[in-house]
Each structure stands twice: as structure tokens, then as C-alpha cells.
């Protein structure tokens, strides 16, 4: 067990390009989490799948931004049009079924839009 | 709605003296969870304990201990005897029970632990 992995561990990219990130969550965790943490701030949460199912979705998800994890094992999350509030860091976490422990997170991926 | 508060933003003490991070939270559900992660220079958030709002009992591991009172809506954490080793920022996290997808944090507590 590795534990979550995220790829890339940063990215810049110029205004307006589309970014994907990517995450590996612990192998048998069904439900996976991605957060955003801006500087000097906590974690805020951006959407959840059980499986492959996206059950919940942030206000802060805009429809620039979407995430998939088909068959229910890595996701990725995409972002359109990146804009330079879009900058933080995106962290992916999983918890496994009935998990009475908090989440696992991982590295994370910094995203500098410029 | 939910919501932490970490009202020491940052914090600096010496080797081996004792620090207390502060954490009060909001809630109007009767269940809830809380959690205190670290968060080291290299980024990955580590969890480091979970509490239920029905369990009152403070846990001490090792040199962590955690005070959960519900009267204060508080639940803070003390290391002691502090290594540099601790130096990290350290978020108190809030969930309601049965919609933990939206794991609420505090802003963090930055502690530096000088040699």
C-alpha cells in the first residue's frame, strides 16, 4: 500500500490552457475526495465519488472544472480555461468503507496559472 | 452551518516546552466528527486523530493529547515536551455525521519549534 498518489506534483501552465490532474486513491477505498487549499487557508472540498459515482459536487466546482473516476479507481480532475484564481494546491483524499479513521490524503498538485 | 475556527495563526516555542493548539467549531447537528490533521513542509495533510461528538474521553498517544469538550465546542490539542520534528501547520477539521463528504477546516495553526 502506497498510500494516495497524485500526479503531477506541480504544474504551471499560462491562462486559458486546460490542465488535467490525476489520482491514485489506497486500492480497496471506495470513496474519493478532492479538496483545493489556497495559501494560508484550510481545505476546501470540490466533489466526492463513491465507486464511480460522483455523488456531490462543491458550489466552488465551476463548469470550467470537472472530474471523472471511471470504474471507479483513479480520477482525474480537469479544469477549462484556467484563470489565475484557479492557483492552489489540489489535494486528493480516500477513505475506504466504514473507515472509523479520517482521510488519507495525498502529496497534492500546485497549480500555478499565469 | 458548520464551521472551526483556529484562532492562533501562528505559534513559536522552544524545544521541549509544552503547546496547545486551539480549536472551537460550529455546529447545529446533535452527531458530528472531529479531526486534527498535519500538515508538514512537503504538503501531505496527515491524520492524526478523530473524535465522535458523543465521546468526551480525552486520548493521549505518546506525546499528543486531545481535550474534547462539548460544552465549549472546543477540542484542542496539546504536544508536549515539542520536538522540531512537530514543526507543521495543524488544521481542526469538522464533519457531520452521515454527510462527511463535506469535511469542514479550520485555517490552520503554524507551529515552529525552535531548536
Known amino acids: 500500500d502506497t498510500g494516495v498518489s497524485q500526479d503531477p506534483r506541480h504544474k504551471i501552465t499560462k491562462r486559458g490552457q486546460n490542465v488535467t490532474f490525476r489520482c491514485d486513491p489506497i486500492s480497496e477505498h471506495n470513496r474519493l475526495y478532492w479538496y483545493r487549499q489556497t495559501l494560508g487557508q484550510g481545505p476546501e472540498f470540490l466533489t466526492y465519488f463513491q465507486n464511480e459515482a460522483q455523488l456531490e459536487k462543491s458550489r466552488l466546482l465551476s463548469d470550467r472544472f470537472s472530474a471523472e473516476r471511471p470504474k471507479g479507481s483513479f480520477s482525474t480532475l480537469e479544469i477549462q480555461r484556467t484563470e489565475q484564481g484557479d492557483s492552489a494546491m489540489y489535494l486528493c483524499?480516500?477513505?475506504?468503507?466504514?473507515?472509523?479513521?479520517?482521510?488519507?490524503f495525498g502529496s497534492g498538485t500546485r497549480l500555478t496559472v499565469v | 452551518a458548520q464551521k472551526v475556527t483556529q484562532a492562533q495563526t501562528e505559534i513559536s516555542v522552544v524545544e521541549k516546552e509544552d503547546v496547545t493548539l486551539d480549536c472551537v467549531y460550529e455546529t447545529r447537528d446533535t452527531t458530528y466528527y472531529l479531526f486534527w490533521y498535519k500538515q508538514p513542509p512537503s504538503g501531505e495533510l496527515v491524520f492524526l486523530i478523530r473524535r465522535n461528538s458523543f465521546d468526551e474521553q480525552n486520548e493521549i498517544s505518546g506525546r499528543y493529547s486531545w481535550n474534547f469538550q462539548k460544552s465549549t465546542s472546543s477540542f484542542n490539542f496539546t504536544i508536549t515536551a515539542s520536538q522540531v520534528v512537530d514543526s507543521a501547520v495543524y488544521f481542526c477539521?469538522?464533519?457531520?455525521?452521515?454527510?462527511?463528504?463535506?469535511?469542514?477546516f479550520g485555517a490552520g495553526t503554524r507551529l515552529t519549534v525552535k531548536p
Open positions: 483524499a480516500s477513505i475506504g468503507q466504514g473507515a472509523g479513521d479520517g482521510y488519507t
Open positions: 477539521a469538522l464533519s457531520e455525521a452521515f454527510n462527511n463528504n463535506d469535511m469542514r
